[in-house]
């Protein structure tokens, strides 16, 4: 995510926002994902967390929103999370999804 966050439009290489789009949604999202789905709360919860955040930072960088009060990156990155079809950006990652609870 550092080299992403670094990566801008030259003459040879154009369009550069959906590069990092792509990048971070197929193929950082999917790591703390699976990370999530594979291992059990108690130990995915923190290494999770992080890479979220992580994510995150690249997100804001993406959409320049360094500037924007608080309240309004936390809203931006709830709605960035949300599926494409429900007018998010499809940046899953995963920690917000939980195992079910299986009967007991």
């Known amino acids: 995510l550092d080299f992403i966050d670094t990566l801008e439009c030259t003459e040879g290489i154009q ?22 789905s594979v291992t059990p709360p108690e130990i995915s919860e923190g290494p999770a967390i992080d890479g979220s955040n992580r994510i995150r930072k690249s997100w804001e960088l993406l959409t320049e929103a360094e500037d924007t009060p608080a309240i309004y990156k936390d809203l931006g990155w709830r709605q960035a999370m949300l599926p494409t079809i429900t007018g998010g950006s499809g940046v899953d990652t995963g920690v917000t999804r939980r195992p079910s609870q299986e009967a007991t």
């Open 15 to 36: 369009n550069v926002g959906h590069l990092k789009y792509n990048l971070i949604t197929r193929q950082a999202c999917p790591k703390t994902t699976y990370i999530c």
